[in-house]
Nanobody, 124 residues
Framework: QVQLVESGGGLVQAGGSLRVSCAVS????????MGWFRQAPGKEREFVAV????????YYADSVRGRFTISRDNAKNTQYLQMNSLKSEDTAVYYCAASEDWRIRTSIHGYDYWGQGTQVTVSS
């Protein structure tokens, strides 16, 4: 049974930084493409970033490109999302997701496993 557990969320002022992590257990982490999604109150869950299983490729939503960095440590079965220059519109629950598909996927339907989410709140 594959489990994903996010951590590192919290409250930060606009312009600040935060790093969220996602620990994966019960599966072969190095074979998964890993993504981050977020969901703000009253809105649909949206794609944030994805990193391929080989770490050779990553892709970002336009709204975060240049501010957020996705990374992974296959030895620790963990992926990260470094968030810099945070804005109030980045406030959301951030979800970690794993895909058994080797391709870069940006749709929620492309992911097989999900974490419970971690709250990120950016105060203006």
């Amino acid at each position: 049974q594959v489990q994903l557990v996010e951590s590192g969320g919290g409250l930060v002022q606009a312009g600040g930084s935060l790093r969220v992590s996602c620990a994966v257990s019960g599966g072969t982490f190095s074979r998964y493409s890993m993504g981050w999604f977020r969901q703000a109150p009253g809105k649909e869950r949206e794609f944030v970033a994805v990193i391929s299983w080989s770490v050779s490729g990553s892709y970002y939503a336009d709204s975060v490109r240049g501010r957020f960095t996705i990374s992974r440590d296959n030895a620790k079965n963990t992926q990260y999302l470094q968030m810099n220059s945070l804005k109030s519109e980045d406030t959301a629950v951030y979800y970690c997701a794993a895909s058994e598909d080797w391709r870069i996927r940006t749709s929620i339907h492309g992911y097989d496993y999900w974490g419970q989410g971690t709250q990120v709140t950016v105060s203006s």
